[in-house]
Every structure is written in structure tokens, then in C-alpha cells.
T-cell receptor, first 109, second 115 residues
């Protein structure tokens, strides 16, 4: 079957760095998305990786290793507003989008 | 109004009622989606429309009926729902299909409670 695994919850301190991991087992691979969802709000797009390596966008970076079925989202200089759920989604060989359950990130002062 | 809008934002309905959820996108996108989001579960893709044509129906019960009259509007018609259908229903749109790498823009969702 197809599966996306993410930690359920993580806690980090304001100003620090946190890495949120996502591992996947899917029938083929055509890309991986990260979305951010604040409580009570809609998900918003953060990043898209289709090739191996690191993509950097300001304080956020996303890494992909296709051979390991693994990605991570790296958040630097954490701010209180980064408290949210982070959703990983993978596109399989049929171009179907499969979602993880999300990681709830709690930032403490 | 910009982006993706959904109405109503909250809906309480009995199991014998019929209601409809509405989604409108003002982004000129070609693809639109309905998702169900339940607590601590992955987003469940329900329906996909591309250029007004339904391209996916992920084994959704027939008590949920989608309608896409044009590329900007999407409806979800509800009838004889069950309490387990209570959830947040999200609409999204994208320039092309998300499965081909296009980012999706989500509406704020309709919080549905079935009593």
C-alpha cells in the first residue's frame, strides 16, 4: 500500500532550528509537496521537490532523497507564528497526490 | 474577492437534510478539488475536476454529489449524511493538476456537523 509517515507532534524553541521528517512508500514518485496549515485555516503551499537535493526559500528549506524515500522541512530562526501543522504530500506514478497526516509544530518562547 | 472562497463556513445538518457547499475561485485556474479533513487524519481527496470534467472520484459514497458548472465554481451536494461525515470540507484549485506538480490554493473550508 501507499504510505506517508510524519511525526505527529514536535516542540521547538523560538529562535532555534527544527527539522520535520517525512518518509514515503508509494508506487512510483513524481514529486513531493510541503504545506503549512495554521489552526482553523486553509493549508498554504511551502515547497515542491522533484529532484534530489536541498531547495532553500528564506527561513524554510526542503530536502529530498528519492533513493531513500525521504524528505525533510527545515525551519530556521523559529518565530511564534511558525506554530502550525506541516503537511507532506507525494505524487505517485499515476500522478495521484497522497497526503501524510501532518506534523503539529509547537513553538515555545 | 480574491483567491478561493467557500460558503457556508459552518453548517449543522440532520441526517435527513439536503444541503450544498459552494466553492468559487477567482484565480483563473483549470483544476478544482474537494477534500475531507478529519482530526489527526491525512487529507482525503474526494473529487477532482479539470476543465470542468471530473477526473477522479476516490470511492466516495453517493451521498456526496459534486457539480462543476464552470471552471470557477464547484459544488458539493449533501444528502442523508451520517455522523461520521462530520469534518472540515476544503476546496482547492490549481493552474493544472496537482499530480503534475502544480501547487494548490485552498479555501478556508466548511466545518460540517451532522447530528
Amino acid at each position: 500500500g501507499q504510505n506517508i509517515d510524519q511525526p505527529t507532534e514536535m516542540t521547538a524553541t523560538e529562535g532555534a532550528i527544527v527539522q520535520i521528517n517525512c518518509t514515503y512508500q508509494t508506487s512510483g514518485f513524481n514529486g513531493l509537496f510541503w504545506y503549512q496549515q495554521h489552526a482553523g485555516e486553509a493549508p498554504t503551499f511551502l515547497s515542491y521537490n522533484v529532484l534530489d537535493g536541498l531547495e532553500e526559500k528564506g527561513r524554510f528549506s526542503s530536502f529530498l532523497s528519492r533513493s531513500k524515500g525521504y524528505s525533510y522541512l527545515l525551519l530556521k530562526e523559529l518565530q511564534m507564528k511558525d506554530s502550525a501543522s506541516y503537511l507532506c504530500a507525494v505524487t505517485d506514478s499515476n500522478y495521484q497526490l497522497i497526503w501524510g497526516a501532518g506534523t503539529k509544530l509547537i513553538i515555545k518562547p | 474577492e480574491t483567491g478561493v472562497t467557500q460558503t457556508p463556513r459552518h453548517l449543522v445538518m440532520g441526517m435527513t437534510n439536503k444541503k450544498s457547499l459552494k466553492c468559487e475561485q477567482h484565480l483563473g485556474h483549470n483544476a478544482m478539488y474537494w477534500y475531507k479533513q478529519s482530526a489527526k487524519k491525512p487529507l482525503e481527496l474526494m473529487f477532482v475536476y479539470n476543465f470542468k470534467e471530473q477526473t477522479e472520484n476516490n470511492s466516495v459514497p453517493s451521498r456526496f454529489s459534486p457539480e462543476c458548472p464552470n471552471s470557477s465554481h464547484l459544488f458539493l451536494h449533501l444528502h442523508t449524511l451520517q455522523p461520521e461525515d462530520s469534518a472540515l470540507y476544503l476546496c482547492a484549485s490549481s493552474p493544472g493538476l496537482a499530480g503534475e506538480g502544480y501547487e494548490q490554493y485552498f479555501g478556508p473550508g466548511t466545518r460540517l456537523t451532522v447530528t
